[in-house]
């Protein structure tokens, strides 16, 4: 036969052998009070230690559904941001033309084994200051039988000579690739020529989402047909080849997204690219310096009228 005792049972039978106890030996009841409150204290922490415990465990749960939730609200801002960005370039786009151009194999850089070096120049951002441009290939020696001259973008607006910034570029053989100002002036002149339905050849016409302004109109008009039409035929991105140990040497106006390859790139941020925000490219000056979030396998160098 099995005797259940419950714990209000156990505490009476306690009581009554203390009170068989004699009297020296029976506790006091002061101390029986201060054991009783004793082990109600230590019930109440182990039960707020409990509470504690669950109500960090729910905010770690809740904490990492939150990183969650944003990390995928910043990854749809991001490629939404792409796909706004897209939409209304390729208003202006021709799906046919080259985005990514190969730089031809004959003007890479020797070293001259037979005594002759050929150098590849690149300059960026002229501006429209044709004097400067050319004070500036007289200072490098600039010899066009044995150098070739990349331009990196806005070659035209804010200064006094555009167009013979162009002709100058058209006469050196250059190898332009497209900026943003180049790239508004072109928005500018179809609207003006109503031609934003009509390509031909190997031209592109604008893929700018951002509004010119009356300069850009002005600036538009004073390049003419021709000059515009050369422009057209710029790629958004050159390819100029493998340098060893420099890896492959890319050219673009503004910058790259590393993420994802040259044809797949975002062409209106590679003209005007600036800075990081949320994992964002922006063409605002908020945020990280893209070049300051490269893996390490990728590295740039700015290019400025200063640099040669």
């Given at each position: 036969m099995t005797?259940?005792?419950?714990?209000?049972?156990?505490?009476?039978l306690s009581?009554a052998?203390d009170?068989?106890?004699?009297?020296y030996?029976?506790p006091?009841?002061k101390s029986?009070?201060?054991?009783?409150?004793?082990?109600?204290?230590?019930?109440w922490?182990?039960?707020?230690q409990?509470?504690?415990i669950?109500?960090i465990?729910?905010?770690?749960?809740?904490?990492?559904?939150l990183?969650?939730i944003?990390?995928?609200?910043?990854?749809?801002t991001?490629?939404?941001?792409?796909?706004s960005?897209?939409?209304?370039?390729?208003?202006y786009y021709?799906p046919?033309?080259?985005d990514v151009m190969d730089?031809?194999?004959?003007?890479?850089?020797?070293?001259g084994v037979d005594?002759?070096?050929?150098r590849l120049i690149?300059?960026?951002?002229?501006?429209g200051?044709?004097n400067?441009?050319e004070?500036?290939?007289?200072?490098?020696?600039f010899?066009?039988?044995?150098?070739?001259?990349?331009?990196v973008?806005?070659l035209?607006a804010?200064?006094?000579?555009?167009?013979?910034v162009?002709?100058?570029?058209?006469?050196l053989g250059?190898?332009?690739?497209r900026g943003n100002?180049e790239d508004?002036?072109?928005?500018?002149?179809?609207?003006?020529?109503?031609e934003n339905?009509i390509l031909?050849g190997?031209?592109r016409?604008s893929?700018?989402?951002?509004?010119?302004?009356?300069k850009?109109?002005h600036?538009?008009?004073?390049l003419?047909?021709?000059?515009i039409?050369?422009?057209?035929t710029?790629?958004?991105?050159?390819r100029v080849?493998?340098f060893?140990s420099?890896?492959?040497?890319?050219?673009?106006h503004?910058?790259l997204?590393?993420?994802?390859s040259l044809e797949e790139?975002?062409?209106?941020?590679?003209?005007n690219?600036r800075s990081i925000k949320?994992?964002v490219?922006?063409?605002?000056?908020?945020?990280?310096?893209?070049?300051?979030?490269?893996?390490?396998?990728?590295?740039t160098?700015t290019l400025?009228?200063?640099y040669?």
């Open positions: 005797v259940m005792i419950t714990d209000e049972k156990r505490s009476s009581e052998n009170l068989l106890l004699p009297k030996q029976q006091d009841k029986l009070l201060a054991s009783h409150h004793e082990e109600k204290r230590c019930k922490r182990m039960s707020r409990k509470f504690f669950y109500v465990i729910l905010l770690v749960f809740w904490i990492g559904y990183v969650l944003y990390d995928g609200a910043m990854l749809l991001k490629y939404s941001s792409m796909n960005h897209c939409a209304d370039c390729h208003s021709d046919n033309a080259a730089l031809p194999s004959e003007y890479l850089p020797t070293s005594g002759e070096t050929r690149m300059i960026g951002d002229i501006h200051m044709k400067e441009m004070n500036l290939l007289n200072k490098i020696k010899n066009l039988t044995r150098d070739h001259l990349i331009l973008g806005d035209v804010k200064g006094p000579d555009s167009a013979g162009v002709d100058l570029a058209m006469k250059a190898t332009c690739v100002h508004q002036v072109i928005q500018a002149w179809d609207d003006m020529q109503g339905e031909t190997n031209q016409s893929i700018s989402s951002k509004p010119y302004d009356k850009h109109k600036l538009a008009q004073s003419g047909k021709e000059r039409d050369w422009i057209k710029w790629p958004i991105i050159l080849g493998d060893g420099m890896g492959e040497v890319v050219v673009a503004a910058g997204n590393s993420d994802i790139q975002d062409l209106y941020m590679v003209m690219m949320h994992g490219y922006t063409d605002k000056h908020e945020g990280k310096v893209w070049t300051k979030v490269l893996p390490i396998p990728f590295s160098f400025n009228s200063n040669y």
